[in-house]
């Protein structure tokens, strides 16, 4: 085997590493035969240019690796803090945005008040208020001074990934990540790299957003990492492009027929014998022709 091929093997076992030898083998020929030339072109694979034998599932899972493996989410993620946060933040001060005013302002006015506020949690406030989301969907509160064990035992730690601040979020400087109900990382400085291990831990893990935040995160990652499929969405719940609320696609529902009644013209069954009787009109007929002969 070639090195070449060597590598995409890799590749294909990083992100699904119980994947039958035949069907590895199955890819890796698909893979060669279309022209893959390096690892950096799995980038540009498309689910049609995989082999039917591998399920819808474990297609996405590797397209989703493959697609995000190029892209440095903290370079991408200060860039975006530095140059689309700053814009971000003067149009909420200019406009309400339909959002909630007092939350909006509150948010500005303790970001105003405090000279070591940090602007990445400030924007990602204001985001979460424009969507209507909660910030505990998102980012958790803790004490300063918190280890892990503190706050595994005193806060109760949801699924889904969640960016633990140690002390106030504007203020904060240090930060843990919890996942599955576990502090998994940290603590650690610097705010936007927190962010940036936050974001990342939904491609890692190949999870959904929460429906929590799950708007401020679809905004993160199309408008500040740059991440926009054709198709698909990681998010549990669709948003409607014309009301900007969280609507569920509801199938339609086929009609039932309504069976039609019988028509007093249809034959009848005749209740003695059983046998059908003859047509309404037929029966009228043979009585005019009794009157007619007598």
């Known amino acids: 085997m070639s090195a070449l091929m060597e590598d995409i093997r890799e590749a294909v076992l990083a992100v699904l590493p119980s994947l039958p030898e035949d069907k590895v083998q199955s890819l890796l020929n698909k893979l060669a035969s279309i022209g893959v030339e390096s690892k950096s072109d799995l980038q540009f694979i498309k689910e049609e240019d995989l082999p039917a034998n591998i399920t819808p599932n474990q297609c996405r899972r590797l397209l989703n690796a493959w697609q995000t493996q190029d892209i440095k989410i903290l370079e991408k993620m200060e860039q975006a803090v530095e140059e689309k946060g700053k814009l971000i933040l003067r149009f909420f001060q200019h406009t309400t945005a339909r959002t909630s005013t007092d939350e909006v302002e509150r948010i500005l006015v303790s970001y105003n008040k ?10 990602i406030l204001l985001l979460m208020a424009h969507f209507k989301e909660k910030y505990e969907g998102l980012i958790l509160q803790a004490d300063v001074f918190s280890t892990a064990a503190d706050v595994e035992r005193t806060k109760p730690l949801p699924e889904s990934p969640r960016l633990i601040v140690l002390g106030d979020v504007l203020t904060a400087t240090n930060w843990m990540l919890s996942i599955e109900g576990q502090v998994t990382v940290g603590p650690h400085q ?20 929460q429906e929590e935040a799950s ?66 009109t037929q029966r009228n007929e043979g009585v005019r022709r009794r009157r007619e002969g007598q």
Request: charged share 35%.
């Open 190 to 209: 610097n705010i936007v790299a927190g962010m940036a291990t936050l974001f990342s831990c939904y491609y890692v893990f190949n999870l959904v957003y």
């Open 215 to 280: 708007s401020t995160l679809e905004f993160i990652q199309r408008c500040f990492i740059g991440i926009s499929p054709t198709s698909g969405t990681k998010m549990t719940k669709w948003i409607s492009p014309r009301s900007g609320k969280g609507e569920v696609k509801k199938k339609k529902k086929k009609k039932k027929k309504k069976k039609k009644k019988d028509d007093e013209g249809k034959d009848r069954s005749d209740a003695s014998s059983g046998h059908r009787g003859p047509p309404f």
């Open 114 to 123: 405090e000279e070591k506020c940090d602007l990445c949690p400030c924007v």
